[in-house]
């Protein structure tokens, strides 16, 4: 589906516990992206790995983790720190050293 | 960092009539510019794009234009459509990363 694959589609957390999201993407792409959506607020950037084994903090990255052990994959855990996680989460890629992000199809977490 | 503003948050017109969204960025240095279109609980897509070099681009009834003086670039929808009807983001890419920095939203609503 597009390349890039999200799971699951909805995730329901209870409030201390850490969840991880998952982000694969078969399109060869070097630098993968985690961004938060919320109402009015548009997309938010949480992490981003430009290559395996690293990664940089986005302007919201308090309260998540990441990891890039494989050019495939890029998890996001949220943590129990974060304080209102309840948000859509979007996983992106793009080939480095181009533009044009590829979006996964999301995933809602809310924290119940 | 960059910042981009994007106006109105919400923009409402009818079936056939045209549609503009705004967007200012800070940072002189934002040399790609794109616009995504979100449907409702589905990813953004790309559907125009301009680079510095580029004052106006069109795709159908799509436009987009850029004033780096001034450091604005707005979308341009003409004949609108209901199926034109979601959330619009712009947003800018600024030097090293890769990352982009997206505007807020416009919820667009084409009215029959």
């Known amino acids: 589906d597009g390349g890039i694959t999200q799971s699951p589609k909805y995730l329901f957390r209870k409030e201390g516990q850490n969840v991880t999201l998952s982000c694969e993407q078969n399109l060869n792409h070097d630098a993968m992206y985690w961004y938060r959506q919320d109402p009015g607020q548009g997309l938010r950037l949480i992490y981003y790995?430009?290559?395996?084994?690293?990664?940089q903090k986005g302007d919201i990255a308090e309260g998540y983790s990441v990891s890039r052990e494989k050019k495939e994959s890029f998890p996001l855990t949220v943590t129990s720190a974060q304080k209102n996680p309840t948000a859509f989460y979007l996983c992106?890629?793009?080939?480095?050293?181009?533009?044009?992000?590829?979006f996964g199809s999301g995933t809602r977490l809310t924290v119940v | 960092g960059e910042n981009v503003e994007q106006h109105p948050s919400t923009l409402s017109v009818q079936e056939g009539d045209s549609a503009v969204i705004k967007c200012t960025y800070s940072d002189s240095a934002s040399n790609y510019f794109p616009w995504y279109k979100q449907e409702l609980g589905k990813r953004p897509q790309l559907i125009i794009d301009i680079r510095s070099n580029v004052g106006e681009k069109k795709d159908q009834r799509i436009a987009v234009t850029l004033n780096k003086t001034a450091k604005h670039f707005s979308l341009h929808i003409t004949e609108t459509q209901p199926e034109d009807s979601a959330v619009y983001f712009c947003?800018?890419?600024?030097?090293?990363?890769?990352?982009?920095?997206f505007g807020t939203g416009t919820q667009l609503k084409v009215e029959l």
């Open positions: 947003a800018s890419l600024t030097g090293g990363g890769n990352k982009l920095t």
């Open positions: 790995s430009q290559i395996v084994n690293d990664f």
């Open positions: 992106a890629s793009s080939p480095q050293g181009k533009v044009g992000y590829t």
